[in-house]
């Protein structure tokens, strides 16, 4: 059974950073492509991040310069390491493995 489970989620003012975790199990997790999808309030899923089993990532252009995301196959663990957050990065953050996705971490930007 895949089961995908983040954390790291919080408040944080404009222009600080968080380290969001996902703890990957049931399946092979080094060969799959991962991504980071997020939901913002009253607005459809957006892909802000994906790497590839090779290690290859690709983001959107809202997070571009700002996001970095990260694997540790050795641990089955997916990061998102967020910079100079803004408070239209406020949503809640899922980690995917096409199609199957985590419960969420809210991430919260606010002064």
């Known amino acids: 059974e895949v089961q995908l489970v983040e954390s790291g989620g919080g408040l944080v003012q404009p222009g600080g950073s968080l380290r969001l975790s996902c703890a990957a199990s049931g399946f092979i997790f080094r060969v799959y492509t991962m991504n980071w999808v997020r939901q913002a309030p009253g607005k459809g899923l957006e892909r802000v991040a994906t790497?590839?089993?090779?290690?290859?990532?690709t983001y959107a252009d809202s997070v571009k310069g700002r996001f970095t995301i990260s694997r540790d196959n050795a641990k089955n663990t997916l990061y998102l390491q967020m910079s100079s957050l803004k408070p239209e990065d406020t949503a809640v953050y899922y980690c995917?493995?096409?199609?199957?996705r985590g419960q969420g971490t809210q991430v919260t930007v606010s002064s």
């Open positions: 995917e493995r096409f199609p199957y």
């Open positions: 790497i590839a089993g090779d290690g290859s990532t």
